[in-house]
């Protein structure tokens, strides 16, 4: 298990039937429940590249980014969702990703081609091609057999996340293939609107029921919910303030 106190196994996070959740957008947030969930595991998912070959890292080299795709058929992307709802439910992903061995270090981008989330705030970029140690995922925080939230992914639809890597070995040192363990929940959810719910969504603003927080995208900032998804998804988010004040309005 990870040597840092208070990262939590992601398994530990995810959501039940009937949970009430808020996901925070850069505009703000939406809340509602989950409706029904599913577990998708990939273990092991040895990386590979857009060709389906194995990545096999010599010694102190890296990797550049990768999305997740599927060893069968490279043109699918298994963290990918290609539509706003399913069965007339919104949806998205939440989980995390366990790894070995412990001389790789895995460097997350989402959106693929953004920046990478996790460094301190007044540091220039992290550098995966130097195997810059500023927050990436390595087996002591985020262990191969149990995935912990040291980098928990939201993964709303229509957004493709990637990652970089880099073999820590000396140079001279031995090759090694990055193996990991991708565990995430695919939630299926009902959005509260303020003319049907808005009572309960200013319960949960004010956390006066039980409620999970969750953000879109992970780093600094959530990601945008985006015209389409909006329109989609039926809801306009607002500001927790926004939302408090919903109590007994309607």
């Not at 989950?34 to 590979?48: A, F, G, L």
Request: charge should be neutral.
């Amino acid at each position: 298990m990870s040597e840092l106190k208070g990262i939590i196994p992601i398994e530990k996070k995810f959501l039940q039937n009937n949970s009430l959740f808020a996901l925070e957008f850069r505009e703000g947030f939406v809340f509602g429940r989950t409706i029904r969930r599913r577990i998708c595991q990939n273990k092991p998912y040895p990386v590979i590249d857009a060709n389906g070959v194995t990545i096999d890292l010599a010694a102190n080299s890296h990797q550049s980014e990768l999305r997740f795709v599927d060893s069968r058929n490279t043109m699918r992307d298994k963290l990918y969702l290609d539509t706003t709802t399913k069965a007339g439910l919104p949806w998205f992903y939440h989980g995390a990703f366990g790894i070995k061995p412990q001389q790789i270090n895995m460097y997350l981008r989402f959106p693929e081609g953004d920046i990478i989330p996790g460094k301190f705030p007044n540091l220039d970029p992290i550098r995966p091609a130097f195997g810059d140690n500023i927050s990436p995922i390595n087996s002591l925080v985020s262990p191969y057999e149990r995935p912990t939230d040291y980098h928990e992914v939201v993964i709303p639809p229509q957004e493709h996340l990637s990652a970089e890597y880099f073999n820590k070995e000396p140079a001279l040192g031995r090759n090694f293939q990055p193996v990991l363990n991708i565990l995430f929940c695919l939630y299926f959810v009902q959005l509260f609107r303020p003319e049907s719910h808005s009572d309960l969504i200013s319960n949960i603003a004010l956390r006066r029921v039980p409620v999970s927080f969750l953000t879109v995208g992970f780093g600094d900032v959530p990601e945008n919910i985006g015209d389409q998804m909006e329109k989609d998804w039926r809801v306009t988010p607002m500001t927790l303030d926004e939302a408090t004040i919903l109590g007994g309005r309607f």
